[in-house]
């Protein structure tokens, strides 16, 4: 009978050390192996070279190691943001991007293939969503990214395709994982998640003592005009919405970073910017306003750069502290599932075609 092969990336290492002892191994190998898989980002069980021949094949009988497969990358001409298009196992694929700060490196990545959450101006929601990625594949493009750059990442965002606490037990064992000391051991507070407002995710995650920075896209400052951006809205009020944020700063301690991304005639006037201001306003919070990277789907225009510099000017009046997102890779089309959108429908397009 066939039996899947389970997936070995995706264990703490409290588990690895329970299967490990379940096959009669004892309990050390476990870390050898966690060392293999975290450290050095093996991609076969052959590689595993202080393990004997006979466990590494019982090994690969049970398990699989998760890789993913680069199908493109986009290099910016304008500064050194790479972007990778990967295959999943299942042939499925997902964007990230590796960026370079004076501070370290980063990497935004994609925690779903595809979203749900209908975003009006985001085009990875526009194919509505495939799947949930599991925590090996969040953690895998990180690992490839090291491999394939040979440089080191110390920050991750996870802003990339998908809706976090869409995807929260896989969000939370990537979390835990890619923390370990026994593996990459990056520190939590070198991790954003970014989420469009999950109510009740908000909250658990405040309590599960992995104080990443939480920014929440906020991008209308009332109901009435969030709503028409972003259907989420609908579900959860923004009263509640920062309520939870809230929630999260006093649990953990980590000021929470307000996305707003500005759309010509949407939400971009100075009314909106006092409003913003008198919503936020006393809160250890920080604003970050994102021109609106317009989709061809769409017709959403960026607001001028006249307004952004106003609306941080008006916002800075109610004390908010407020940066302007710089547009890594904007000649790559870095921004939210754009390449794999186009990567799509290329896909699409062929298939008609032949
Ligand atoms: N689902 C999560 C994370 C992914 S999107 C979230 O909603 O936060 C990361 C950020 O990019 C969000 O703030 C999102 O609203 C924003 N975004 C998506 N498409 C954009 C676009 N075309 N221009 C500007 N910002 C965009």
């Known amino acids: 009978m ?37 450290k050095r980002g093996v991609t076969e069980f052959s590689q595993m ?4 021949a006979d466990l590494r094949e019982r090994l690969d009988g049970q398990y699989t190691i998760v890789t993913l497969r680069e199908v493109k990358r986009l290099a910016s001409a304008q500064d050194e943001t790479l972007k990778f298009l990967f295959a999943l196992p299942d042939d499925k694929v997902i964007e990230s991007v590796f960026m370079k700060y004076k501070h370290g490196n ?25 799947r949930n990625l599991t925590a ?21 965002v996870v802003m ?28 939590i507070r070198n991790i954003t998640v970014s989420t469009c407002g999950i109510v009740e995710n908000m909250r658990r ?20 005009a969030r709503r028409r951006l972003m259907p989420v809205a ?28 500005l759309v010509a005639g949407e939400n971009d006037t100075e009314a909106e910017a006092d409003a913003l201001g008198r919503l936020l306003k006393g809160k250890n919070c920080h604003v970050n306003l994102i021109p ?12 001028s750069f006249k307004n952004v510099l106003n609306f941080r000017k008006r916002l800075e009046k109610y004390n908010i502290n407020v940066t302007i997102r710089r547009e890594l890779g904007a000649d790559i089309g870095a921004a939210c599932g754009q390449l794999r959108k186009s990567h799509l429908d290329e896909a699409s397009a062929q298939g008609e075609t032949t």
């Not at 299967?19 to 975290?38: C, I, N, T, Y």
């Not at 595809?114 to 990875?124: D, I, N, V």
């Not at 939870?244 to 980590?254: H, L, N, P, Q, V």
């Not at 990277?293 to 225009?301: C, L």
């Open 136 to 156: 090996s594949e969040m953690l895998e493009q990180i690992y490839r990214i090291q491999e394939l750059t040979g440089e080191r990442v110390s920050n991750v």
């Open 205 to 224: 995650l405040a309590e599960e003592g992995l104080p990443v920075t939480l920014a929440l896209s906020l991008h209308a400052p009332n109901d009435e």
């Open 234 to 261: 609908n579900k959860y009020a923004l009263a509640d919405v920062l309520a939870a944020c809230d929630y999260y700063f006093e649990k953990t301690g980590r000021r929470i970073s307000y996305e707003y991304s």
């Open 2 to 38: 066939f039996t899947e092969k389970k997936d070995i990336k995706s264990f703490t290492l409290q588990e690895l050390t329970e299967e490990l002892l379940s096959m009669g191994e004892k309990k050390f190998r476990a870390g050898q192996v966690f060392d293999w898989l975290h």
């Open 292 to 303: 609106v990277n317009p989709i061809k789907e769409r017709d959403y225009k960026q607001s």
């Open 106 to 130: 980063s990497v935004c990545i994609s925690s779903q293939a595809g979203c749900r959450m209908g975003c009006r101006f985001c085009a990875s929601t526009l194919g509505g969503l495939e």
């Open 160 to 187: 990339g395709t998908g809706e976090p606490m869409d995807n929260y037990d896989s969000l939370v064992r990537f979390l835990r994982l890619i923390s370990a000391s026994e593996g990459q051991g990056m520190s």
């Open 49 to 52: 070279t202080n393990l004997s």
